[in-house]
Nanobody, 120 residues
Framework: QVQLVESGGGLVQPGGSLRLSCAAS????????MSWVRQAPGKGLERVSD????????YYEDSVKGRFTISRDNAKNTVYLRVNSLKPEDTAVYYC?????????????WGQGTLVTVSS
């Protein structure tokens, strides 16, 4: 079955950086669009970024453009999210998700999440 396991979250000061990772298994990873979504405390899910199977097509939500970078290593079945210039409003649980179809398509599986806390 589909398994997505996130890691890399933690406590970071404003302006800091982290690299989130998501190890995937149970499906043909290299042909799957992958996504990162987040949920801030008391708020709904927000789609942060998508990447196509080959990595050539990406999507970023406006508030993270220029600060976050999505990438993938199909040999390792892993998708990454590099998060730079972090702000307190980036505090959230970040989930890796498998996308059904094309970039920005519906999500059909996700992991347990990794918590990113931005605070001084």
């Amino acid at each position: 079955q589909v398994q997505l396991v996130e890691s890399g979250g933690g406590l970071v000061q404003p302006g800091g950086s982290l690299r989130l990772s998501c190890a995937a298994s149970g499906f043909p990873f290299s042909s799957a669009v992958m996504s990162w979504v987040r949920q801030a405390p008391g708020k709904g899910l927000e789609r942060v970024s998508d990447i196509s199977g080959g990595g050539g097509i990406t999507y970023y939500e406006d508030s993270v453009k220029g600060r976050f970078t999505i990438s993938r290593d199909n040999a390792k079945n892993t998708v990454y999210l590099r998060v730079n210039s972090l702000k307190p409003e980036d505090t959230a649980v970040y989930y890796c998700a498998k996308v059904l179809g094309a970039v920005r398509g519906p999500l059909d599986a996700w992991g347990q999440g990794t918590l990113v806390t931005v605070s001084s």
